[in-house]
């Protein structure tokens, strides 16, 4: 039986399929690992496809699926106990406010141009550490062995990085002038 909040359980599913990009992302950045991070997605989008029918209509249903994907990732970090863990759930938590915090701004934070400009913003030797996370899908304990840093450090800069980047793109989008 259907959610009523969905005319039908395709269009439900439709939704969280339209997700599935940013909830990688998401997941990306909790597991390090692109590879992982689309099995977790995937088992995510399978547990919101079981759980369909206890979804509350009135509650976002994008923060809904993002929750079910974070504890899904949670259980994987727990699963695989590697040290260190790859992030702490604190800091798991801590990012997962941020992301609701910037979930309003979404269609906006995402200027290239703007991000652009930003990125030209930092030092050479961040941009190297976001070249080595994101372009060279470089884990946080191998860019800690790189730089001769301590793996907390390299995800502390990472956050530092991420929402100095972020309030520079929304700064740089409210300076632009309205269409």
Same mark, same amino acid.
């Given at each position: 039986m259907p959610n009523d909040y969905f005319e039908n359980e395709d269009l439900m599913m439709k939704r969280a399929m339209e997700? %599935?990009?940013?909830?990688?992302?998401?997941?990306?950045?909790?597991?390090?690992?692109?590879?992982?991070?689309?099995?977790?997605?995937q088992n995510g989008l399978i547990r919101i496809w079981s759980k369909r029918e206890v979804f509350t209509p009135g509650k976002s249903f994008r923060?809904?699926?993002?929750e079910i994907c974070r504890r899904t990732a949670?259980?994987?970090?727990?699963? %695989?106990?590697?040290?260190?863990?790859?992030?702490?759930?604190?800091?798991?938590?801590?990012?997962?406010?941020?992301?609701?915090?910037c979930e309003q701004a979404a269609p906006e934070l995402f200027s290239l141009e703007a991000l652009r /400009?930003?990125?030209?913003?930092?030092?050479?030797r961040t941009r190297e550490l976001l070249d080595l996370k994101y372009?060279?899908?470089?884990?946080?304990g191998q860019i800690?062995?790189?730089?001769? /840093?301590?793996?907390?450090?390299?995800?502390?800069?990472?956050?530092?990085? /991420?929402?100095?980047? /972020?309030?520079?793109?929304?700064?740089?989008?409210?300076?632009e002038p309205l269409q």
């Open positions: 997700l %599935q990009p940013v909830l990688m992302a998401y997941v990306t950045g909790m597991v390090g690992n692109l590879d992982v991070a689309e099995d977790v997605v923060s809904w699926c993002f949670l259980e994987w970090i727990r699963a %695989q106990k590697r040290a260190p863990i790859a992030l702490d759930e604190e800091t798991i938590s801590a990012l997962a406010d941020d992301h609701a915090a /400009r930003c990125l030209a913003k930092l030092s050479d372009a060279g899908n470089l884990d946080c800690a062995a790189r730089f001769g /840093r301590p793996v907390e450090s390299v995800y502390v800069t990472l956050s530092r990085t /991420r929402a100095q980047l /972020r309030d520079c793109i929304l700064k740089q989008r409210a300076m």
